[in-house]
């Protein structure tokens, strides 16, 4: 059964904007801390943002002042806002459990191409 849904992804030019969304099915408390991953084709899944339960989000070097997580719990959403796209950002960016214990299957992920 899916359990999370991504969406917002597309073709935007380098230095350009999008958000992504990822819909929890159920409680989205349940799959926190819950992550943004990104995996371009041959390549490993990465980790690049996570919403803990607490705290602060937590980004990847890579991302970091770039990507920003956000959620509405009355909504069951975590966003992923990313800002000064870079052609290597271009990847599949799934949302899933950082803690193996609630981490659901995969889904489709959502596809973010950035142009040069």
């Known amino acids: 059964q899916v359990q999370l849904v991504e969406s917002g992804g597309g073709l935007v030019q380098a230095g350009g904007s999008v958000r992504l969304s990822c819909v929890v099915s159920?409680?989205?408390?349940?799959?926190?801390?819950l992550g943004w991953y990104r995996q371009a084709p041959g390549m490993e899944r990465e980790l690049v943002a996570t919403?803990?339960?607490?705290?602060?989000?937590i980004y990847a070097d890579s991302v970091k002042g770039r990507f920003t997580i956000s959620r509405d719990y009355a909504k069951n959403t975590m966003y992923l806002q990313m800002n000064n796209l870079k052609p290597d950002d271009t990847a599949v960016y799934y949302c899933?459990?950082?803690?193996?214990?609630?981490?659901?299957?995969w889904g489709q992920g959502t596809q973010v191409t950035v142009s040069s």
């Open positions: 919403l803990p339960q607490t705290g602060s989000s």
């Open positions: 899933n459990s950082v803690m193996l214990s609630r981490r659901a299957a």
């Open positions: 159920g409680n989205i408390f349940s799959f926190l801390p």
